[in-house]
DNA sequence: TCTTGAAACTTCATGCTTGAAATAATTGAC
DNA sequence: GTCAATTATTTCAAGCATGAAGTTTCAAGA
């Protein structure tokens, strides 16, 4: 075994390595999603938690369930409402009552948001390599193989 | 080199890796945040943002400045203001002011304070342990180290 | 059919968060 | 010493986020 006090060896063997990791891992994302909220900003006058919905939408061409938005995103039902209601005025997305279910609605991106999204896409990915930078491609592979196992180990 | 379409290899090699870690970075961090918020508020009805507050507070005994929990927490210093003031309220936090710069003002826990905040860090503790339990110590040690020298690279 | 329960959303109150503007105190150049 | 620039903080408007309560619709048994 390696050197530490018997307490922790009593009570929970490499808590400190996992609680350690856990800080670091919200610094890295809480950084990262500072500088990337701030470019969305200047660059483009568009937000995060839009910019995340309208990237779920682009990868669905055939739209999604607001439901399926928030488990998706992580986030409540009563947020992406919100969220969606402004990317409507904005006329980014629509949303189309379903043949069969008149309780759900679909959203979809609208033209002008899939042109949009792709332009935004772009320099989203330019962005996230550059402060992502100082990882190898080889490391970036392990770190998101190990970060996935964490994901379906949890997800279930 | 690997095999890659030639378009990224004249754009960003790796790009698609780094984004794909970023990703999962994200949902990762989430994932562990709102189990750790719901867990905070119904164990101990305390919210996420107050209870970083206090953990930073905790490792400096003799306080910190609105300006340094504002850098160190990665928040706005608008953003700090709130949650101190609902701290103050709660009688778990104080604001004194410092001799021979009265725009200053130094936070530090009170007793309630830390009496409080050490019962949340034993239960905080052991949770991040049981949601990251499917990382190895040996991997958490290794992916820690990876986060820092990201870290440290970005910082400056 | 009717009615009970579940599902998909929306609405609302509350709290978090940012960025910009305002306030107040300090520092430095002259 | 005075004034401009800087620093520390607060205030404010707008947007994000949650969880609970409410609405509408669907499904399925008595």
């Known amino acids: 075994m390696h050197d530490m006090p018997l307490s922790q060896i009593a009570s929970y063997a490499g808590s400190k390595e996992r609680l350690r990791l856990w800080i670091r891992l919200l610094r890295v994302s809480r950084t990262i999603e500072n500088e990337l ?12 938690p839009r ?14 369930l607001m439901s399926d938005l928030s488990r998706f995103l992580l986030v409540s039902n009563g947020n992406v409402t919100v969220i969606v209601d402004r990317l409507v005025t904005d006329g980014l997305v629509v949303r189309s009552s379903r ?25 989203h990915e330019k962005w996230v390599n550059e402060l992502l930078g100082s990882i190898g491609d080889e490391e970036a592979r392990h770190l998101a193989g190990m970060l996935k196992s964490f994901r379906s180990n949890w997800e279930t």
Not at 38 to 48: G, I, N, V, Y
Not at 58 to 64: M, T
């Open 51 to 64: 910019f995340d919905v309208m990237a779920a939408l682009n990868r669905k061409p055939d739209g999604l």
């Open 37 to 48: 909220r701030l470019r969305l900003k200047s660059e483009f006058d568009m937000t995060l």
């Open 99 to 123: 043949e069969g279910d008149r309780r759900t609605s679909i959203v979809t991106l609208t033209d002008a948001g899939m042109t949009l999204f792709r332009q935004i896409a772009t320099e």
